[in-house]
């Protein structure tokens, strides 16, 4: 068996109403400052059978709180949605946003969003993706603003 290990990712702008889809990884190596994460179609096979196999929707929640528990909300969703690959790149779609999530993104008091995945120590190949945060510290380089992908790139 492989070793594996975890990362979040801050990714991306949220500038106004929060999207219906998200683009979460582009197809190929994925850079960040928390190193190179590679989506590529055995990713995205694993991501997927994952996510079936589970049976249950991947949620939004804030700043990695359910993972890591430093908040009275651990755990608190602030949307829900299923992971959809396009073109070799990974999306969230029939992302549902809570009222309250949509508010604060809205005010502008949550920008950017967060993947969290487990990947091979080896490869940097993503195997699983957890779910994504609502966060305010961005790592991802290159991505572009998250209501442009939503508008734009299919």
């Known amino acids: 068996m492989k070793r594996t290990s975890r990362a979040t990712l801050r990714l991306v702008d949220l ?6 889809e998200v683009l979460l990884f582009r197809a190929g190596v994925n850079k960040s400052y928390k190193g190179l994460l590679l989506f590529d179609e055995e990713a995205a ?3 997927l059978a994952d996510f079936e196999a589970h049976g249950a929707e991947l ?4 700043d990695h709180a359910s993972l890591f ?3 009275k909300g ?6 829900w949605f299923r992971p959809e690959v396009r073109e070799g790149a990974l999306w969230a779609v029939n992302v549902r946003w809570t009222e309250e999530a949509a508010e604060k ?3 502008r008091k ?5 993947p969290a995945v487990d990947y091979e120590l080896d ?5 699983r993706l957890i779910n994504v945060a609502l966060t305010n510290l961005p790592a991802s380089h290159g991505l572009p603003p998250l209501m442009a992908a939503s508008q734009g790139a299919k």
């Open 105 to 107: 993104v809205r005010a």
């Open 69 to 71: 528990g430093f908040s």
């Open 59 to 62: 949620f939004f929640d804030y």
């Open 123 to 127: 490869s940097n190949r993503i195997t």
């Open 15 to 20: 500038s106004g109403d929060p999207p219906g």
């Open 45 to 47: 096979r694993r991501v």
């Open 110 to 114: 949550y920008r950017y969003i967060s």
């Open 74 to 79: 651990m755990g608190e969703a602030a949307a």
